[in-house]
């Protein structure tokens, strides 16, 4: 998992959100946002941004 992947979920978690709620908010799919989780997809920078505000 990469270091990225390893935040994303981190954040999530500290926002006390699912991955159902962050893919929402992040405008992609449930399974686009578990495969960024898993390190298997790079996020987009779009997407962090948004997660950073």
């Given at each position: 998992?990469?270091?990225?992947?390893?935040?994303?979920k981190?954040?999530?978690?500290?926002l006390?959100?699912?991955?159902?709620?962050?893919?929402?908010?992040?405008?992609?799919?449930?399974?686009?946002?578990?495969?960024?989780?898993?390190?298997?997809?790079?996020?987009?920078?779009?997407?962090?941004?948004?997660?950073?505000?």
């Open positions: 998992m990469s270091i990225l992947a390893k935040n994303l981190m954040i999530r978690k500290e006390g959100c699912t991955q159902s709620v962050m893919s929402g908010i992040l405008n992609v799919g449930f399974r686009t946002f578990v495969r960024y989780e898993a390190g298997e997809r790079d996020a987009p920078v779009a997407g962090l941004v948004k997660i950073a505000r």
